[in-house]
């Protein structure tokens, strides 16, 4: 519980047998985290098998995809607040105190991975991948009137459940840019939100996505493609 809300961790697990089982240990030995949902998205590897040792809720998605997996995960949280964050070793569980004091006065809290003093060294956060994290979050920032942002790819959020009801019918992404989607659902319903750094720390285990320059290359521009394309044909939310 936190301020008397509860609160449920939502973990996208695609292939992560080698740090599943200590991401759920850490998350659930946070004070205020009530449970901890583990989304197996088709793992091939003992995922599943190292999900159900652990205290975790075992969730399983058959549409492939980081976007499905997350959107599956929030859909069954029971917690007031819900917190998405990977299990791949890259994040501190500790880091969830930290957004959580930014949800009293915020509907939704993003991580940022960007500030440096919090990139560890051998942190998959080199200048390539940070300027291009920074530059698409300033586009999708510009473009929709937001806040400051500085990351386009951190899974590291709060939302409080409220907002999410309320922008839920609008997640479209399966893969890999649901971030930037989230992000501009979020400034279309005008839901007060802010950005936080947290630790980014060095990969176990295999990267699936940003781990090769052609597929963060790639997953930029079809980013960049997906902000403009919800800029000029997407219709923000007016109250009624
Ligand atoms: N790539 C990918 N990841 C998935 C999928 N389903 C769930 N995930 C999870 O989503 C998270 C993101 O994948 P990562 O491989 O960590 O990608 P990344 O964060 O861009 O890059 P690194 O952290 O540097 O590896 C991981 O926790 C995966 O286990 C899927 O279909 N594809
Ligand atoms: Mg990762």
């Known amino acids: 519980m936190y301020n008397g809300m509860r609160v449920s961790v939502v973990l996208p697990v695609y292939n992560e047998e080698e740090n599943i089982h200590n991401a759920i240990k850490s998350f659930l030995s946070q004070p205020s985290v009530d449970e901890v949902i583990a989304v197996d998205n088709n793992s091939t590897d003992r995922s599943k098998e190292e999900i159900l040792k652990t205290n975790a809720r075992y969730v399983l998605e058959t549409r492939q995809g980081y976007g499905s997996a997350l959107q599956?995960?929030?859909?069954?949280?029971?917690?007031?607040?819900?917190?998405?964050?990977?299990?791949?070793?890259?994040?501190?569980?500790?880091?969830?105190?930290?957004?959580l004091i930014y949800s009293v006065d915020y509907q939704v809290v993003f991580g940022t991975r960007t500030?440096?003093?919090?990139?560890?060294?051998?942190?998959?956060?080199?200048?390539?991948?940070?300027?291009?994290?920074?530059?698409?979050?300033?586009?999708?920032?510009?473009?929709?009137n937001g806040?400051?942002?500085?990351?386009?790819?951190?899974?590291?959020?709060?939302?409080?459940?409220?907002?999410?009801?309320?922008?839920?019918?609008r997640f479209t992404v399966p893969g890999s840019w649901f971030s930037p989607e989230f992000m501009i659902r979020v400034l279309q319903y005008n839901i007060p939100c802010v950005e936080v750094p947290v630790h980014y720390c060095p990969r176990k285990g295999e990267s699936k996505i940003t781990g090769k320059t052609s597929k963060a290359v790639k997953l930029g521009i079809i980013m960049i493609f997906f902000i403009l394309k919800e800029r000029i044909f997407s219709k923000k939310h007016k109250e009624k």
């Open 147 to 169: 806040p400051s942002l500085t990351d386009v790819g951190c899974t590291f959020k709060v939302i409080h459940k409220l907002a999410y009801d309320k922008i839920k019918h």
């Open 115 to 144: 500030s440096r003093a919090l990139i560890w060294s051998g942190a998959n956060m080199k200048f390539g991948i940070r300027l291009g994290n920074w530059g698409v979050a300033k586009f999708l920032e510009y473009l929709f």
């Open 72 to 99: 599956r995960g929030m859909q069954e949280a029971n917690g007031d607040l819900i917190v998405t964050v990977e299990p791949d070793g890259t994040f501190l569980a500790k880091d969830i105190e930290k957004l």
